[in-house]
């Protein structure tokens, strides 16, 4: 299983239209949209997972292409320097 980053999301992006998007690649196992705690809408980014081959064609599909009027960036999620993961 791996997790793919998705960024420069458009803020009226909700999870069934990314679902929906990856889809395409293979099963999508899980959608996560980080959402503003006022507005209620897309911050610009979010996670999917999805199985190694399916994520890796997904990245290869999807990224630099355009999405509801934005480029958007898909690749495999790496851990920010100097954060710790929560568990």
Do not use: W
Request: overall charge positive; charged content about 25%; aromatic content about 10%.
């Amino acid at each position: 299983m791996k997790k793919l980053f998705v960024g420069n999301l458009p803020a009226n992006t909700n999870e069934q239209n990314l679902q929906a998007l990856f889809s395409e690649f293979g099963t999508v196992r899980s959608v996560k949209l980080v959402m503003d705690v006022f507005s209620g809408q897309c911050k610009g980014f979010g996670f999917i997972e999805m199985e190694g081959h399916e994520a890796r064609a997904a990245i290869a599909g999807l990224n630099g292409k355009s999405f509801n009027g934005k480029t958007i960036k898909v690749g495999f999620e790496s851990p920010r320097p100097g954060r710790k993961r929560r568990y």
